[in-house]
């Protein structure tokens, strides 16, 4: 059973980074974001951490963990937000307190995704792995991007339809801000491994690949174990996106995961865009595209609106999806199924 946590009107959102914090040249970051969000109703806490960075980390883990801690209990916090990524979550999962967090949400990518599989799988909570805080600073945002709070508001037994975006970032540049903060220059094209058409469903697991097969062997990766006490019998539909790994490295990467059981009862593997691409010896990504999808015998998509080179779909761990991939454009309905 998935527990589907409840964002209402005028929601309290609790800033706070267990991963990386925000230097002081980039706190007007925050203050924007603050701003637009009173503007737009909600009420923001915004934490200690969040303020702060040192040695690729906001502050040391137990720090980091108590704050964390302190939103994930507070029953007054109905989504817990971090300003951005980073290179360190891991660091704080042995000190937290999972047994204790009270149902909310929690939206992130990057680095957050270790945090919010770990939730998902240890306690049967839904996460979402959307934008994060920073990025929604702007003075408007793309549909794309703007449908996270669309996802949130569903309900319990409620469905949600997401469509593939008509244009992406192709890098960033704080140098030439934009409005929007995004630069959605580029046309957005889902691509398949073979065929022209993919349809796959399944409940909804992934995150940054880069860091959250770090969990594989842990007590906090436990996918199997998921599986059999919150969703018995049913397949898992596995996103997953690319930040920095070499083609080979990421290849290892879907080979540990396969090794590890993650792709058991799998329905299929979506990839994100990647901005990433360094082959080895004529070793492409479209390679190791193909080679997963022969050896697992699943059907692949990639490119899918996911990841470091935004706008990107809200995506529930947890939730049953119905993806369907054709001439360049995508269709994800979401079902909050418990």
């Known amino acids: 059973m998935i527990v589907y946590p409840k964002l209402p009107q005028q929601a309290t959102i609790g800033v706070t980074a267990p991963s990386s914090g925000v230097s002081e040249e980039r706190h007007s970051f925050i203050r924007q974001a603050v701003a637009r969000f009173e503007r737009q109703g909600y009420q923001v806490a915004v934490g200690e951490t969040t303020w702060t960075q040192h040695k ?51 939206m992130g990518y990057s680095d957050i995704s270790v945090l919010l599989l770990a939730v998902t ?19 408007w945002t793309d549909p794309t991007t703007a449908a996270w709070e669309q996802v949130l508001w569903t309900g319990e037994g409620e469905s949600v ?13 704080e140098a030439a801000p934009a409005q929007g903060v995004y630069h959605l220059t580029e046309p957005t094209v889902w691509k398949i491994v073979g065929g022209e058409r993919m349809k796959a469903s399944g409940r909804l697991l992934g995150g940054c690949i880069d860091v959250i097969r770090h969990l594989i062997g842990t007590p906090y990766g436990d996918v199997r174990a998921f599986r059999e006490r919150h969703i018995p019998g049913e397949p898992v539909l596995w996103y997953l996106e690319n930040c920095e790994l070499a083609t080979v490295d990421m290849r290892r990467s879907l080979v540990q995961m ?40 699943l059907p692949v998509a990639y490119d899918i609106d996911c990841g470091h080179k935004p706008p990107q779909l809200t995506l529930v761990n947890g939730a049953y999806a119905e993806v369907v991939v054709e001439a360049g454009r995508g269709t994800v309905v979401q079902t909050f199924m418990p």
């Open 121 to 139: 799988l240890r306690t049967g909570m839904a996460t979402a792995h959307g934008t994060n805080f920073v990025d929604l600073r702007g003075e």
């Open 161 to 173: 339809a997401q469509t593939s975006s008509t244009h992406h970032q192709d890098s960033w540049s």
């Open 56 to 106: 690729a980390k906001s502050a040391p883990a137990r720090v980091r963990a108590a704050e964390l801690n302190a939103f994930l209990q507070d029953g007054r916090t109905d989504l817990v937000m971090p300003p951005w990524g980073g290179e360190l979550l891991i660091e704080v999962l042995e000190h937290l307190d999972f047994d204790r967090i009270a149902p909310k949400w929690i």
């Open 258 to 297: 396969k090794l590890a059981g993650w792709f058991e009862n799998c329905a299929g593997i979506l990839f994100g865009r990647s901005g990433v691409h360094i082959p080895r010896e004529g070793y492409t990504e479209l390679d190791m595209f193909e080679e997963i999808a022969d050896e697992l015998g």
